[in-house]
Nanobody, 117 residues
Framework: QVQLVESGGGLVQPGGSLKLSCEVS????????MAWYRQARGKQRELVAS???????NYPDSMKGRFTISRDNANYTLYLQINSLKAEDTAIYYC???????????WGRGTQVTVSS
């Protein structure tokens, strides 16, 4: 089993920045790909960024420029830096991971990001 716990969300003004964290526990040495998703109220969950075990990153075109994903494999933590926050970034941000030996996707419970003045 793999457990994912997100933190770092909160209320921030437009133009501000946040750094989200996702702590991994359990079968940490089996983790392969990791990703951040977000889900705004009334909308589908969407991919924000992903990273492989070898630190190859991927961003959908709509997410390029303001989001930076990184992982600290030594401390089993995934990060998401968000800059120049906009109201439309308001959503619950979820951490996601899979393992080398399965296609199963693990999810955290999410952290709320609210962008408002």
């Amino acid at each position: 089993q793999v457990q994912l716990v997100e933190s770092g969300g909160g209320l921030v003004q437009p133009g501000g920045s946040l750094k989200l964290s996702c702590e991994v526990s359990g079968r940490v040495h089996s983790i392969n790909n990791m990703a951040w998703y977000r889900q705004a109220r009334g909308k589908q969950r969407e991919l924000v960024a992903s990273t492989s075990q070898s630190d190859t990153t991927n961003y959908p075109d709509s997410m390029k420029g303001r989001f930076t994903i990184s992982r600290d494999n030594a401390n089993y933590t995934l990060y998401l830096q968000i800059n120049s926050l906009k109201a439309e970034d308001t959503a619950i941000y979820y951490c996601n991971a899979d393992t080398f030996d399965s296609d199963y996707k693990y999810w955290g419970r999410g952290t709320q990001v609210t962008v408002s003045s």
